[in-house]
């Protein structure tokens, strides 16, 4: 039995952690983000619930080519929401040079483990899309300010802390003062988003990103050791890389299963398919035990 809202072959509907969206992406250099019918459906599932203030937040699929997401609010304001992969392996980028010299380092059993991975739910978020203004996605990787995030999401994490936090602004003093200027600005400019949660803590929890802070949601759990912005944001040695890629693939492995307890909880109709990671290589690509990869991460106290 086929459901026509739904781009399985049969029901019940599945919710699968695992599966690759470049794998049902119809072109030949697959965009899952835009091209996958499924990554579309699982967002809507996702992310329509409860907002802190008691309303609902139901962003739903359209049939217009330019709308991935549509959310429709009390007032009947229309917002837009496009599909953005958070986590990077940078498989393919010339630049910045140490990063390239780094994965060319790789040993062929790491390079097996980190570059072109498939891309699954653990790794995915929405942003806000509105026309003629820069998107979080644009910023975090491609606009001068995505040499200070380098694609990653625990500074992108860090940046939205400082959005909703009263401290006294810290911005670095060196060359990427400006950088972090500009990804500031882009992120004040969607401050209504990240007004319909309140707070860090309950954008943290609706987005299933606990496993990036500290229990008290104070800090964030960074995958490289942080020093306030004073360098770009992508590895700069195989160690960095390995490093990253670890804790990366560890935090979509972690927020998957949080994705899939979420599922299985408000729809039990749906079955819920949630391989758990296993560190296989672990040993034999870092010389890492697995433990000792995961404790990469600091404080301040995905993939693609």
Not at 19 to 42: A, E, Q, V
Request: proline share 8%.
């Amino acid at each position: 039995m086929r459901d026509p809202k739904y781009p399985q072959k049969h029901l019940p509907r599945v919710f699968d952690t695992s599966f690759d969206y470049k794998t049902d992406t119809p072109r030949t250099r697959p965009d899952p983000d835009g091209g996958s019918p499924l990554l579309r459906w699982d967002h809507e599932l996702l992310w329509s619930k409860e907002l802190p203030s008691g309303d609902v937040f139901a962003p739903k699929v359209t049939t217009r080519q330019r709308e991935y997401l549509i959310f429709t609010d009390a007032n009947t304001d229309r917002y837009c929401y496009g599909s953005d992969a958070i986590t990077s392996s940078y498989t393919g980028r010339s630049r910045p040079a140490p990063l390239a010299n780094a994965m060319a380092d790789l040993s062929q059993c790491q390079k097996s483990r980190y570059l072109n991975p498939p891309y699954t739910i653990g790794s995915a978020m929405i942003w806000p899309v509105r026309k003629g203004q820069t998107t979080i996605n644009q910023a975090r990787g491609f606009d001068p300010s995505g040499r200070l995030i380098g694609d990653r999401m625990d500074l992108t994490l860090e940046c939205i802390r400082r959005h909703y936090s009263t401290e006294p602004e810290d911005p670095p003093a060196g060359a990427l003062k400006d950088a972090y200027r500009d990804f500031f600005a882009v992120i004040n400019s969607y401050k209504d988003f990240f007004a319909l949660f309140d707070g860090f803590k309950e954008f943290v929890n609706f987005f299933h990103f606990q496993d990036l802070v500290t229990p008290d949601n104070k800090a964030v759990r960074f995958y490289l050791d942080f020093n306030n912005f004073e360098r770009p944001g992508t590895p700069a040695t195989k160690d960095e890389y390995v490093t990253y890629r670890e804790a990366t693939l560890q935090f979509i492995a972690g927020r998957g299963r949080r994705m899939a307890e979420w599922v299985a909880e408000h729809h039990p109709e749906i079955e819920v398919h949630n391989p758990w990671w296993q560190p296989r290589q672990v040993m034999e690509c870092t010389g890492l035990r697995p433990r000792e990869v995961s404790g990469g991460h600091s404080s301040s106290e995905g993939d693609g």
